[in-house]
């Protein structure tokens, strides 16, 4: 169970385009969803927390007019990049945690389930 | 923030129990403790969480000392396809800031 399904896997496309990464749990609903961004070699860094029906909360440094976020239901959020350039070029990552937890249920503390990842280059 | 300090790497061999540390000294009250397993170009996969003591399940066990100021992972018998990144999360999910600030991970690499 909790299965998140993010897709496109990768995307190389020219500078100045805009791309449109989806993110859509299969199996449960999801209040907050997360997306996340990754360099080569480095950790995951967070750039903005969405609520469904709500505006995206973004981290500092993340612009919000690039990165647009669209949590268009319990089961799915988009991230857009618009005019994309080559310092966009990365790995996008999206996240979920699952709402409406059974009592008993393990683990206590309900963690996120993360998509496979879209990697983003941009020529 | 409970800040998290790991090892940035470690090797081993198939078939050996390894066992990855990550320092919390600052963790709450509430926080509890999850560690997560990234393979390149795939999100991170959920191993396991606990609070306190033991927590065992069909991959790896979790232990955490009385003062919570540590945990470790260990893998049992490791293969090669355990290579990955391991990264340890400490946070509660009434507090999401925490759980959402990955460390560097521990880059283990499984060697036959």
């Known amino acids: 169970g909790a299965v998140v399904s993010q897709h496109p896997s990768w995307v190389i496309c020219k500078s100045g385009t805009s791309v449109k990464i989806e993110c859509r749990s299969l199996?449960?609903?999801?209040?907050?969803m997360f997306w996340y961004r990754q360099f080569p070699k480095q950790s995951l860094m967070l750039m903005a927390t969405s609520n469904e029906g709500s505006k995206a909360t973004y981290e500092q440094g993340v612009e919000k007019d690039k990165f647009l976020i669209n949590h268009a239901s319990l089961t799915l959020s988009t991230l857009t990049v618009t005019s994309a350039h080559p310092e966009d070029s990365s790995f996008y990552i999206c996240?979920?945690?699952?709402?409406?937890?059974?009592?008993?249920?393990?683990?206590?503390?309900?963690?996120?389930?993360f998509g496979d990842g879209t990697r983003l280059s941009i020529l | 923030l409970a800040k998290t300090t790991q090892p940035i790497s470690m090797d081993s061999y198939e078939g050996q129990e390894v066992n990855i540390t990550c320092s919390h000294n600052n963790i709450a009250t509430n926080d509890y403790i999850t560690w997560y397993q990234q393979f390149p170009s795939q999100g991170p996969r959920f191993i396991i969480q606990?609070?306190?003591t033991k927590v065992t399940n069909e991959v790896a066990s979790l232990f955490i000392p009385a003062d919570r100021k540590s945990s470790t992972l260990s893998l049992p018998r490791v293969s090669l396809s355990d290579t990955a990144v391991y990264y340890c999360?400490?946070?509660?999910?009434?507090?999401?800031?925490?759980?959402?600030?990955f460390g560097g991970g521990t880059r283990l690499m499984v060697k036959p």
């Open positions: 199996d449960f609903q999801a209040t907050t």
């Open positions: 996240s979920m945690r699952p709402e409406g937890r059974k009592a008993g249920q393990q683990p206590a503390n309900q963690p996120q389930h």
């Open positions: 999360l400490v946070g509660d999910e009434n507090n999401a800031g925490n759980m959402l600030t």
């Open positions: 606990g609070y306190k």
